[in-house]
């Protein structure tokens, strides 16, 4: 006499095909998650040798960044424009940035403006942006934020904002900074060719020479 508990052989390939089913979606699911996560790492492959001309450059005012190049990737990072609607690096293709993360409660945030502005007066264009990203957190930090940027009257600063924190904490968490200013030097992808934690003399040959060098790797 057959089990009456055990499955039918009729009823097998039935489950067989259920669980070969189940396991084509999960991988699928997998791999597109994987793929919409955080950039490829063939879209951020280590480079060394332009992270070092950037470091070769940074001396005098600008000593205190680093060249890096590890591979690290930005393209999904996401943040508010001064509407509100939402952007990510990947949305400045083409372009490479210097993001700057800063606070209107932060002082020597607020005295590097006008020296990241002055270098977005001459230097914004097709292939390069200085690109500021506010922290002011909480329901009045937009307008803390803009009133700060309507005093200082900047030419060339556009406000992005992230309320929420959470750009600054990845790289926290990445331990790529960890107080503000903070700025990420970005190529073309979105990928990290250069760290500074903390201010620096922007508009100054020195920086003129990070930003060259950046152009030109």
């Not at 020597?108 to 002055?118: F, G, S, T």
């Not at 620096?200 to 060098?213: K, L």
Request: hydrophobic share 45%.
């Amino acid at each position: 006499m057959s089990d009456p508990a055990s499955p039918s052989p009729k009823l097998r390939p039935r489950r067989v095909l259920a669980v070969v089913a189940l396991s084509a979606l999960v991988a699928l699911a997998l791999t597109f998650w994987l793929g919409n996560a955080a950039p490829r790492a063939t879209e951020c492959p280590v480079q060394a040798e332009k992270a070092a001309k950037i470091d070769a450059a940074a001396v005098g005012n600008l000593a205190a960044l680093n060249g890096s190049g590890q591979g690290r990737g930005y393209a999904d990072m996401a943040f508010l424009d001064e509407t509100g609607k939402p952007v990510t690096i990947a949305d400045f293709a083409g372009k490479k940035l210097l993001v700057n993360f800063w606070a209107s409660w932060c002082i020597p945030c607020r005295a590097e403006m006008p020296e990241l502005d002055a270098m977005a007066t001459e230097y914004n264009g097709d292939d390069f942006m200085v690109l500021p990203i506010n922290l002011d957190i909480g329901d009045g930090g937009a307008a803390k934020a803009k009133t700060f940027m309507d005093e200082g009257a900047f030419q060339n600063l556009p406000l992005y904002a992230d309320p929420t924190f959470k750009v600054f904490d990845r790289l926290k968490t990445q331990a790529v900074a960890i107080g503000l200013p903070a700025t990420l030097l970005l190529d073309e992808k979105g990928c990290e060719l250069g760290v500074l934690q903390g201010p620096a003399t922007w508009a100054s040959q020195d920086g003129h020479n990070v930003i060259e060098a950046l152009l030109g790797v």
